[in-house]
């Protein structure tokens, strides 16, 4: 069983930067990752994915140049470093894992994290 829990989320003004971090405790390693979002009365959306050795990245053209994701294999953690925030980028962020080389960009993840909240004031 593997178990997500994001954290870093806050508010921040536009063009500022955050960084969220997610802990997995579990059989992760060998795990792909991503990060998805959703903001209120949208769907959720993908934002970026990792391949389970974290040699291989996407991202949404929507965050492409502003957001990086990376992994820690050896602490067992994966981060989305987000920076030139806009006021769109406001939304819950979900960190996600599944099995797999990965990265994959639908939501057919098979566990997620509880979510934190960013905010974008412009």
């Known amino acids: 069983q593997v178990q997500l829990v994001e954290s870093g989320g806050g508010l921040v003004q536009a063009g500022g930067s955050l960084r969220l971090s997610c802990a997995a405790s579990g059989r992760s390693l060998t795990y792909a990752m991503g990060w998805f979002r959703q903001a209120p009365g949208k769907e959720r959306e993908f934002v970026a994915g990792?391949?389970?050795?974290?040699?291989?990245?996407t991202y949404a053209d929507s965050v492409k140049g502003r957001f990086t994701i990376s992994r820690d294999n050896a602490k067992n953690t994966v981060s989305l470093q987000m920076n030139s925030l806009k006021p769109e980028d406001t939304a819950v962020y979900y960190c996600a894992g599944r099995p797999g080389l990965g990265p994959y960009r639908d939501l057919s993840y098979a566990h997620w994290g509880q979510g934190t909240q960013v905010t974008v004031s412009s």
């Open positions: 990792i391949n389970w050795s974290g040699g291989t990245t």
